[in-house]
T-cell receptor
Framework: EPEVTQTPSHQVTQMGQEVILRCVPI?????FYWYRQILGQKVEFLVS????????KSEIFDDQFSVERPDGSNFTLKIRSTKLEDSAMYFC??????????FGPGTRLLVL | QKEVEQDPGPLSVPEGAIVSLNCTYS??????FMWYRQYSRKGPELLMY????GNKEDGRFTAQVDKSSKYISLFIRDSQPSDSATYLC????????????FGTGTRLTIIP
């Protein structure tokens, strides 16, 4: 059964550094998403992406965040200058438009 | 007002018991209702989803939606220790290019 994969599984970075989180969605999915989950809190929507454009973004997704689909398989989330409050689990998800979203295992980001 | 509300628990029940997990929502535009299971520090795993009001059964799991009262339920029959996890309800207005709005999750423990 196809799965969403994410790398790295864990990342530790210093405040102010740039990080890139990577995702390989299921191949026949068309719509892609990033969510985050701060420890002990709910899963929160960050951004949706379709046809190489951002479809919707939340107020969390400020100018420090960007997304890209650099090739036909990868989907990335970049945080330009990390802050302590960016520490969270980041989940990539995708769907084909006819059913709900399937999530990856997540990247745990720790900003020191 | 939170769009999707869920009692965070924790909820502990003996093995074999019927478990009832519930959410309420406030957005009348929600049409799709999902239940995800999340093990500690892992990604949300889709259990099942329903469209509009009604019931849907999959093995030991039954999802129920009552749009008139904006109430979402998940029932687990013959609960097993392996069912111990956090259960997340989520809602969306549509499939495809639509964000999911999550509840906080209910932490469930099945006691052998």
């Amino acid at each position: 059964e196809p799965e969403v994969t994410q790398t790295p599984s864990h990342q530790v970075t210093q405040m102010g550094q740039e990080v890139i989180l990577r995702c390989v969605p299921i191949s026949n999915h068309l719509y892609f998403y990033w969510y985050r989950q701060i420890l002990g809190q709910k899963v929160e929507f960050l951004v949706s992406f379709y046809n190489n454009e951002i479809s919707e973004k939340s107020e969390i997704f400020d100018d420090q965040f960007s997304v890209e689909r650099p090739d036909g398989s990868n989907f990335t989330l970049k945080i330009r200058s990390t802050k302590l409050e960016d520490s969270a689990m980041y989940f990539c998800a995708g769907d084909g438009g006819r059913e709900t979203q399937y999530f990856g295992p997540g990247t745990r980001l720790l900003v020191l | 007002q939170k769009e999707v509300e869920q009692d965070p628990g924790p909820l502990s029940v003996p093995e074999g018991a019927i478990v009832s997990l519930n959410c309420t929502y406030s957005n009348s535009a929600f049409q799709y209702f999902m239940w995800y299971r999340q093990y500690s520090r892992k990604g949300p795993e889709l259990l099942m989803y329903t469209y509009s009001s009604g019931n849907k059964e999959d093995g030991r799991f039954t999802a129920q939606v009552d749009k008139s009262s904006k109430y979402i339920s998940l029932f687990i029959r013959d609960s097993q220790p392996s069912d111990s996890a956090t259960y997340l309800c989520a809602s969306a207005t549509n499939f495809g290019n639509e964000k999911l709005t999550f509840g906080t999750g209910t932490r469930l423990t099945i006691i052998p």
